[in-house]
């Protein structure tokens, strides 16, 4: 008969096994705080991956997680990688609600990357308030994340109210058109650029010469157009995504009404070129991003090989964003160095000035925006350009 014999554990033997068990402990858990380890961040992000807005939350996803990608491969930040929590929103703000109180209570995030839209930004900011949570890089252009300052909101685009003035200093100084009009989603994003608008228009002692709303994932357009076109605009500005966008200007176009129209950033241009097929010649689009063909900005010229190499071969201005807003996080996280917390995170965001490509990306404790240069384009024979 065999018999296993246990042997008395040593007093040496139970130290080593001790001190093996935190250091175990101790990788798992290097700090209190939420989401960060000895190596590694985990950091959530919630957007449309679905629906009519679908193209920019899975461009804003495809441009920072190649970017993510390529530090993690050479080691990360710091010793430690990046890893990305994602969910689907559907661009509808109670499905951002639930989703990001999943990512802080059960995923117990570091910081929120990557947001799409400016209703569903509004929705989760009494979260981000309660939790002190980094909501870094939100694809809207709304004021309210940007005044008054909060210290966990950091934006790096330009805002709708750089490119509503934009826009309406190129209609009056350039086109000598002065009746415009607007075309907007109705929820807090529409109402942002319209802010925007009134204002630039304000400043010019000019009023709205009409306006007309569709409603948020639809494509419900005819009441609006009809409304319009009794105004008899000879410019309208619009705040939507691309399929609404698309819709109202194919429908417009194809019943004789032929101002000029204009569409913010966040319409998503690739996506508004393809819907409009041969109807888009002329449509004028406000970047807030210089353009993803354009390699003698180095920073560009990085992000185009980064993509080749991810084996993607359309780029866009919403894929390049995802891209660069991950480049300022990285930045970031290296300056707030091994020992990360929330409270290092912002203090190293606060002090960053990093000319980075060609680009330079400053927020200070005053001001959590990091760009605000608006690049104006036209949609031309199904490709984008410039407008000189």
Avoid at 5 to 19: D, V
Avoid at 100 to 119: E, H, M, N, W
Avoid at 262 to 279: D, I, M, Q, Y
Avoid at 329 to 339: D, I, P, Q, R, Y
Wanted: hydrophobic fraction near 45%; charged fraction near 20%; charge should be positive.
């Amino acid at each position: 008969m065999n018999r296993t014999r246990t042997l008395p554990m040593l007093p040496g033997t139970l130290s080593l096994l001790l001190a093996v068990l935190f250091l175990f402990a101790y990788g798992r858990c290097v700090f209190a705080e939420n989401g960060v380890t000895v190596n590694g961040i985990t950091i959530g992000m919630c957007n449309a991956l679905t629906g009519p807005a679908s193209a920019l939350g899975t461009g804003m996803k495809k441009g920072s997680m190649v970017y993510f990608d390529k530090i993690n491969k050479a080691g990360g930040v710091n010793g430690r990688k990046i890893k990305v929590i994602s969910y689907d929103d559907g661009y509808e703000p109670k499905n951002t609600v639930a989703q990001t109180k999943k990512l802080i209570s059960d995923d117990r995030v570091f910081a929120l990357f990557g947001y799409v839209g400016t209703p569903t930004s509004s929705a989760v900011l009494p979260l981000i308030n309660e939790s002190k949570i980094p909501f870094w890089a939100p694809f809207t252009g709304a004021e309210f994340l940007r005044a008054p300052l909060n210290r966990f909101i950091f934006n790096v685009r330009g805002s709708y109210f750089d490119e509503a003035e934009t826009q309406v200093q190129y209609l009056t100084e350039k086109r000598g058109i002065r009746k415009i009009a607007i075309f907007y989603q109705n929820d807090a994003y529409g109402l942002a650029v319209k802010g925007g608008i009134l204002k630039a228009l304000k400043k010019r002692n000019l009023e709205l010469a009409g306006e007309g709303t569709y409603e948020r994932n639809t494509e419900d357009v005819a009441a609006a157009l009809a409304s319009l076109k009794k105004s008899a605009p000879d410019a309208v500005s619009m705040v939507g995504t691309y399929k609404a966008m698309a819709a109202f200007i194919k429908k417009a176009r194809s019943e004789g009404f032929n101002p000029v129209f204009l569409n913010v950033s966040f319409v998503g241009t690739a996506a508004l070129v393809k819907e409009l097929g041969g109807a888009g010649d002329g449509v004028i689009i406000t970047q807030v991003m210089p353009s993803p063909r354009d390699a003698s900005v180095a920073l560009v010229a990085q992000y185009r090989a980064d993509m080749k190499a991810a084996g993607y071969k359309e780029l866009d201005y919403t894929d390049l964003e995802g891209y660069m807003d991950a480049v300022v996080f990285v930045e970031t996280l290296k300056k707030a160095g091994k020992e990360l917390t929330r409270d290092s995170f912002i203090a190293s965001a606060e002090g960053l000035n990093a000319t980075i490509g060609g680009l330079t990306f400053r927020f200070t404790p005053a001001d959590h925006h990091a760009l605000d240069t608006i690049y104006l384009t036209k949609i031309a024979g199904m490709q984008v350009e410039a407008v000189k």
